[in-house]
């Protein structure tokens, strides 16, 4: 089962998201696919980082919600 979410971001953030999957892309193909989650676009990647978020929760201990707390940590909050 999956569930939809919608959010809303401002054009500027939108176009640093569209470079930002832009350029994990290239480096996707740079790697011949070497890369956990394929080319990305804005909504892969947003999927990438909320699966890893979650992690903070469902894998505390792995490299993945360890580092996603570590963010939560820098914006003041101590999960």
């Not at 804005?42 to 570590?70: K, Y």
Request: charged letters at 25%.
């Amino acid at each position: 089962m999956t569930k939809m979410f919608s959010i809303a971001v401002s054009d500027a953030t939108a176009a640093s998201l569209r470079e930002l999957a832009a350029r994990c892309t290239r480096e996707n193909k740079r790697s011949e696919g070497f890369t956990s989650h394929g080319d990305l676009t804005p909504e892969t990647l947003l999927e990438m980082l909320a699966e890893d978020a979650a992690m903070v929760i469902s894998r505390p201990g792995s490299w993945e919600g360890s580092n996603m707390a570590q963010v939560f940590s820098s914006h003041g909050y101590e999960i």
